[in-house]
Each structure stands twice: as C-alpha cells, then as structure tokens.
C-alpha cells in the first residue's frame, strides 16, 4: 500500500513539475507592456528615477519582483512597482524577466 502511495505521489508531483513552462520572449514582451510605460520600450528607461531593464540577469529580475510582492523592497517609488507585481503570477514573472534580460541580445532573434 505504501508503495502504490509513493507511485501516485510522484506522479502528482511529477505532473505539477511540467506545468511550469519555460519562459518565453514572445510571451513575456506582451506581459512587459506595462512595464514600458516607465521602464522604456526597449528597457532603457527615459526617466530619471526608474532602472534600465535590458540586459539585467534573470534573476535578479526575479528576486526584485517577488521582493517587491512581499513588501521586501518598500523605499521610495516602491508602492509603484509593489502594485504593478502584486498583479502577476509566478509565470509572469519568470516570462517578463526572461523578456528583459535578452533584450539586444542575440538570444533575442532566435
């Protein structure tokens, strides 16, 4: 019994494991969007207080959302970024962070 109990737990969590996708420039330029309005086009940011994206490492893009989710980064313009990260799943995250750090790489055209 035991055995069979091991069996359907692995499946399980073997199953869970595949629906985490890998991350997808296409799909993470839609999603960055709104990330743009501040954070530039092409994430190099025309404001002076906001950050270039382009080119940061996963990540640390990663790090820095999930940060900003629980009120981890909580100084100066943050309440800004907090609302903007409270709004996105853990796909979304690994998608626009994937998106901004090949950004004007050759990774970008494959």
């Known amino acids: 019994m035991k055995a069979i109990t091991l069996l359907v737990l692995t499946l399980l969590i073997s199953l869970g494991a ?3 996708y890998s991350p997808s420039f296409e799909v993470g330029k839609q999603k960055a969007k709104v ?7 092409d994430g ?6 906001y950050p270039n994206l382009r080119g940061q490492k996963v990540g640390y893009l990663i790090s820095s959302l999930k ?3 629980t009120r981890q980064r909580n100084s100066g313009l ?4 907090q609302q903007q ?3 996105l ?8 962070a994937y998106y901004f750090s090949v950004l004007g790489t050759p990774k970008e055209e494959e």
Do not use: F, R, V, W
């Not at 190099?44 to 207080?49: A, C, F, Q, R, T």
């Not at 943050?78 to 970024?81: E, K, Q, T, Y």
């Not at 799943?89 to 626009?96: C, N, V």
């Open 18 to 20: 595949k629906a985490d």
């Open 35 to 41: 990330c743009m309005t501040c954070h530039g086009e």
């Open 44 to 49: 190099i940011s025309n404001i002076d207080p």
């Open 67 to 69: 940060d900003y989710q």
């Open 78 to 81: 943050a309440i800004l970024m």
């Open 85 to 87: 990260a409270d709004a």
């Open 89 to 96: 799943s853990d796909q979304d995250i690994k998608d626009i």
